[in-house]
């Protein structure tokens, strides 16, 4: 599933191509009926909040998309290519198109429910306008733990499991941790950390956690089979203490740790 940093990578390079102009739009595979209703107009704007997308073309006409699991985008420069595979939403115009597939969600929202949406999940470390105060007081009341709470898209909006497990490791602290428990200067400390890594993850895919000085190739760009701490390397040596990554289930995601230097 995408993380927030992906999300708002496709917002600001479809803002970019088509904010502001007359768009065209169908759905070739039929999934999003609606779709005719958005052709010959203007896009106005492309909103990006946690893992969610917001097509505005009207106050009560906004697509909304959430890729899910397996939805994805693609795009490029006309002419349009053929159509293939499970095609659920294409906008396209004199110069550019972009195609969407597999995504959990595509339909129109109103503006009701688009703030209605906003007003459930919590602060999107990407945006700008972004207020934590709430996110802190939820976690800091919760006897959840710590490894659920960051998974909760009312506490950190965009945050996923790969971004969970490895804010986590930097902090030095346990996913099974009790969320009341976790002192405010480091729920702070998450928060500014996640700020940080998802801002660097907009110019590459990649989420790159591991600082230069824990890795074995210290110097030059992170290789692929270094770029996370935790990460899916069960089994493998921790970067800092050389302890077994260890991987488990919780809430129905794969939490991964290293058991030495995670034990608070």
């Not at 999300?7 to 502001?20: L, N, P, V, W």
């Not at 230069?212 to 760009?221: A, C, I, L, Q, Y």
């Not at 050389?242 to 289930?249: C, L, M, N, Q, R």
Request: aromatic share 8%.
């Amino acid at each position: 599933m995408p993380e927030g940093n992906q999300i708002h990578r496709f917002a600001e390079r479809h803002a970019a191509a088509f904010a502001g102009k007359k768009v065209h739009s169908d759905s070739p595979n039929g999934a999003f009926a609606a779709a005719a209703v958005l052709d010959g107009r203007v896009l106005k704007s492309v909103e990006a909040v946690g893992k969610h997308l917001g097509y505005v073309f009207g106050r009560d006409l906004i697509v909304h998309v959430h890729l899910g699991m397996f939805g994805d985008f693609w795009e490029g420069r006309m002419p349009l290519p053929a159509e293939k595979g499970a095609l659920r939403w294409r906008l396209w115009m004199r110069t550019d198109w972009m195609e969407l597939r597999g995504a959990t969600d595509c339909s129109i929202f109103d503006a009701a429910q688009w703030k209605a949406l906003l007003a459930r999940l919590g602060a999107d470390p990407l945006r700008t306008d972004a207020d934590p105060k709430a996110a802190f007081e939820l976690v800091e009341k919760s006897k959840t733990a710590i490894g659920l709470l960051l998974m909760d898209q009312r506490v950190f909006a965009g945050v996923g499991n790969k971004l969970r497990a490895e804010l986590l490791f930097r902090a030095r602290m346990s996913p099974f941790g009790i969320g009341k428990d976790v002192a405010h200067p480091a729920l702070k400390g998450i928060w500014n950390d996640a700020k940080a890594l998802m801002a660097a993850a907009l110019e590459d895919r990649r989420i790159v956690t591991t600082r230069p000085k824990d890795r074995p190739h210290p110097r030059g760009v992170a290789q692929d089979d270094e770029v996370h701490y935790v990460y899916r390397r069960h089994g493998k040596p921790c970067f800092v203490c050389d302890a077994t990554i260890k991987k488990t289930d919780i809430g129905g995601r794969t939490v991964y740790w290293c058991p030495d230097c995670q034990k608070s």
